[in-house]
């Protein structure tokens, strides 16, 4: 951890320099200097963990320049070292994320470990919340994306894996992201409503699962065309002849689209192949077939297209993780 002093008296300076036993808590004096420009000079050209700086300073004075380095250095972190003993001082300094406020006047000697043990503490505290909170800021950043693509429209996997990882985040920032993703398909779908107000993020999600089947329903009802609505009618189609051989010239067809483009808009809307769209839905249909426990595996691998048992057995236990008999056994135990 580097740091840098910064006080106009250059006695003062040196002195708390030389007094620190600065290299046994992990801490490296990079340099000292006057003022705050000087200090802002210093920082822009080396890179700062700590500063130690004096309160009253000509040019800019060390509360001006911790808020000026607020703006311009955030991650820059402040130790007040003052003969101000002023409780508004603290405050400020407290309330701009100073480590620590020292008194020049009731400085003893003899707690300087203990000093750079407590600074040292709360600086890798500081750095910890700050890395999880920037964790925290690429999951937020991550999540809004997927819920601003239309996959989840399509593919129910990913609709509930959206739902799993939204009930793990803060009410204000499924607001924001609802808001937003909301927003955009009613731009697409030429809506003009407003999310509602709620409060809690269950409800947003039963209002969201509910939005998604009225998405499927007025693209059903309409003969509106736009990319979500084509894509309706694709997914329903495929629903309803999941029995059959089903192929991406047929389905490109009803949309009015190339046999090629069908097939790249079809992945840049559902995430997935239209071959593997149609395993996976295949598939989930006898996921529901064996749990009626009315035919056999073997019939049920028929009527969805599969003559080979063993091939079916082997795509199923690739979607499900287990053959379709010992499916069936789980959910018998159930």
Known sequence: MTILVVD????????LIAIMNWEKYGFEVVGDVQNGRKALEFIKEHPVDIVFTDIDMPEIDGIQLMQMCKEMYPPVKFVIFSVYEDFSYAQTAIRLGALDYISKINFDPDECEQILERINAKYRKICRQDQIQEENQEMLKELEKRWMHPKWIFNDREFETLCVHTQNIGLRWAERIFVKCFHNF?????????FPSLNTIDEMLEWIKKWRKR???TCTDTQVRNDICSFVEVIVYVEEHIDDNLRSEEAARRIGMSRSYFSTKFKEM?????HNYIVSRKMNAAA???RDGVKSITQIASELGYDNFHYFAKVFAKEYGCTPAEYRNKIKNV
């Open 215 to 217: 998405i499927y329903e």
């Open 270 to 274: 559902t995430g997935e192949t239209f």
């Open 288 to 290: 529901w077939r064996i």
């Open 186 to 194: 009613q731009i697409i779908m030429g809506g003009d409503n407003d």
């Open 8 to 15: 106009d008296d250059k006695l003062a300076r040196k002195g």
